[in-house]
């Protein structure tokens, strides 16, 4: 974005062998030198057949990420000309999880409001007259309710929607991962109902789309649009040293015996040193292959977003299944690819146990890769030593949280707000 919008000369500089670091999309090959034997060249036969594919039939997300299909990472995408690169196919649905009954399509217009299992005749009316008034709903018109001044939790009670209800609102369509939000003004979840509700409109089966053969592609056309205007990529390219000036500012990189200077340093966490980072803990993730269709979807159902809201479960924290099938060209056909995901809220000997109302959704894995990682942000915004840190990739299962993180990134490098450069590159 900084070589299209900026016009910078970007080098970036990746340690792996594959485009995406942690949003990377693999083979088997790579998937099994990552979670299996890091030192095989090749896989054996027998992994081969348990997956019932080739490398040619498996692009495997470490993070996979859902895209709103009216958000800001579809207007960016397009923007820096990156979409020409790429091709999408729609979620087939979204569905919640309700303690005690199962998974339910989450509705997202007052039409499925009416007739939705997912809550009580009362729940119902109340539910759609909230849908109806939520997208009718203009700041200069607010009538007797300010979203801008009154709480969400004053906008529940309005209409009368229950704990239940308030959860799968909250957590399902607004996407927030706590219910901080609840106390907060109105007028942001609002919106980010209305953005739900635009993206459902765009397809009608649900408001993600997802990238065939995966979210690998978009680092990959990202590089390519950069090297379009002037930079350079260089995969298996371990970085030993930020280098320093006496100052205390970021003036480079080493790599071995070779240096490049530069006059800011962007990159994720895993790059910079600890003391440059703020622990917020860790990410529980199982990658899942599947023989079979997620039991409570239905047959038709091959890819979907599903989300446990933590109240549901006991925990703080939500939990988050993405599911994509062989039409996204991520597996073997035949297959279901599931990864679940949660912020852990134990100790790490207990953080896969914590996976486990989620896994207990699929019915069953045929094969299984754990992970947990740590998470972090960045201690300083970078304005005083150069050093532009991401946030680490959290545990939901869309792009939102990640698009925040990117614009605040961007606009803490260049002074503008990303939607303001898209807007004035747009009129060049």
Known sequence: MLSVFEGKKVLQLDKNGYYGSETASLNLSSLYQKFVDASAEDP????????????????????????????????????????????????????????????????????????????????????????????????????????????MAQLYSKFSLDKNTQDFVGHAMALYTDDSYIDQPAAATVERIKLYGYSMQRYGKSPFIYP???????????????????????????IDEILFDNSGRAVGVRCGSKAAKAPVIIGEPSYFPKDKLVPTGKVARSVCVLDHTVPGLGSDILSAQIIVPGAQVGRTNDMYVSVMSAA??????????????????????????????????????????????????????????????SESYDATSHFESTMNDVANLYERITGTPLAEAMAADEKK
């Open 44 to 151: 054996p036969a027998e992994f081969f057949a348990k997956m019932g594919g080739q490398n040619r039939d498996y692009n495997v997300d470490l993070i996979p990420k859902f895209i709103m299909a009216d958000g800001q990472l579809v207007k960016t995408l397009i923007s820096a000309g990156v979409a020409d690169y790429l091709d999408f196919k729609v979620v087939d649905g979204c569905f919640v999880y309700k303690k005690g009954k199962g998974v339910y399509k989450m509705p997202a217009t007052a039409t499925e409001a009416a007739t939705t299992s997912l809550m009580g005749f009362f729940q119902k009316r109340h539910f759609k007259s909230f849908l109806n008034w939520v997208f009718a709903y203009e700041q200069t018109k607010c009538g007797d309710f300010d979203a801008t001044k009154k709480t």
């Open 212 to 238: 065939v053969w995966g979210i690998g592609g978009m680092p990959e056309g990202f590089s390519r649009k950069c090297a379009i205007n002037g930079g350079t990529f260089i995969l298996k390219q371990n």
């Open 328 to 389: 996204h060209k991520v597996v073997a056909k035949g297959h279901l690819l599931a990864i679940a995901s949660t912020q852990v809220e134990g100790s790490s000997k207990s953080a896969l146990a914590e996976l486990e109302p989620a896994i207990a959704l699929l019915g069953g894995c045929k094969a299984r890769f754990d992970s947990v990682v740590d998470t972090y942000v960045p201690k300083a915004s970078g304005a005083d030593d150069g050093c532009y840190i």
